[in-house]
């Protein structure tokens, strides 16, 4: 029998993947059994986020800790998405087999694990079955003053009477897509997920919906590198499956989360989403704005304006009180200024209100472009704004 050791320092995604290879490998016993214990393993599966030089650095970190905890003889295997965004950085550290997120020829390295296909078992879990070794932040933020740390803290407490407050209940999350087809100019997803959108098939999302239903649960999250492309090589669309989730689920006492919606997406299919918006079962829109200046915009390659983004959130806000309004920001990008950080902090201002934000710092990776720009904005720089764009945000709150 070989014991086997998961685990990930990956995002939702990540921890999702191998939550999936957990499944498939419980079906391989007597063979192998997944152990919770690393010095009982005799092989550990460790998947490896680069998403930043900071996510490469803990990962990197994390396989010394492993392979000094492991048994002598044991096997260690790394896959995940650094796997493809920079295997040279495993030089001198492990030299042992890589593999992508979607590569389940991993699978072959294991014994007694065989290489079956993964179709057959379910790609969905609740956050409670869910681990990370990821350093926990604030928003994003590793570090915040005291005044930002309160208003935080009164904001959460004040969600709790609101009408837009956060329910407490479990999620539940359900991947639908992996892949993007955008150009990004800072991205380094998409040499782990590629360049194409691979949608799964509605019959297979509506019956793990309605699976997870049956065992209590009502709060879902719906996961994908880019929500609103879903369905764009199936020949359907988010609102189809929203449309048939929301008819699963006739007594109406579930609501959905809806992560990672492009503006440019948002914006084309925004009509069809109405009736589901209509329906008070969406509880949150995730759509990422990265920034309020439309020449940073342009340079990072998106296809939308600050103007847009805004106009949209408004028009939820204002038609659909009820729904959470999140998005996320990146500050430091080549050549942001002071007067294009100006215009991040002015989407804040009211009438207008977040509810939930995260922030990331520029990281510039070799195989992203932006990382060849002019006006490299520094570190210092970087942390500064972020600690800003935070500390507004918890200040809009009053």
Known sequence: MTRVFL???????????????????????????????LSDADTILFYACGLTDEKENH???????????????A????????????PQAFAGLYDGPLAGPLDTALLAAIPGAG????????????????TTMAAPTIHGCTGTDLATRALLLYKRGVDLFSRRRMRRSPVYYIPIAVGCTGHC????????????????PIDQIVSEFQSAME??????????????????DTGCRLPDLLTRMLDAD????????????????????????????????IEMVMSPVQSGSDRILKLMGRHYTAGQWRALMMDIHQNHPGIRLNTQFMVGFPSETEEDFAATLDLLDPPFRLDELHIFRFSPRSIVPASRFPDQVSDEVKEARAERLLSRFARSCL
């Open 215 to 232: 065992r209590g649960y009502t709060r879902f999250s719906l996961v994908a590198t880019d929500l609103g492309s879903y369905g764009a």
């Open 185 to 200: 100019t800072y991205c380094s997803e998409r040499p782990a997920f590629g360049n194409a959108i691979h949608s799964r």
């Open 75 to 86: 096997d260690f295997i790394v896959w995940g998405c650094l796997a493809k965004q920079n």
């Open 7 to 37: 685990c990930t320092n990956g995002c939702v995604e990540g921890q999702l993947r191998t939550k999936l290879i957990e499944r498939y490998l419980d079906t391989r016993r007597p063979d192998v059994l997944v152990t919770p214990e």
């Open 115 to 130: 290489n079956a296909g993964l179709d057959a078992i379910d790609h969905s879990a609740a956050g409670s079955e869910l």
């Open 59 to 73: 990962s990197l970190d994390l396989i010394r800790e492993l392979k000094a905890k492991m048994q002598p003889d």
């Open 250 to 281: 006739p007594s109406g006492n579930c609501s959905l989360l809806l992560n990672q919606i492009e503006p440019h997406h948002l914006r084309t299919i925004y009509d069809a989403m109405e009736p589901a918006f209509d329906s008070g079962r």
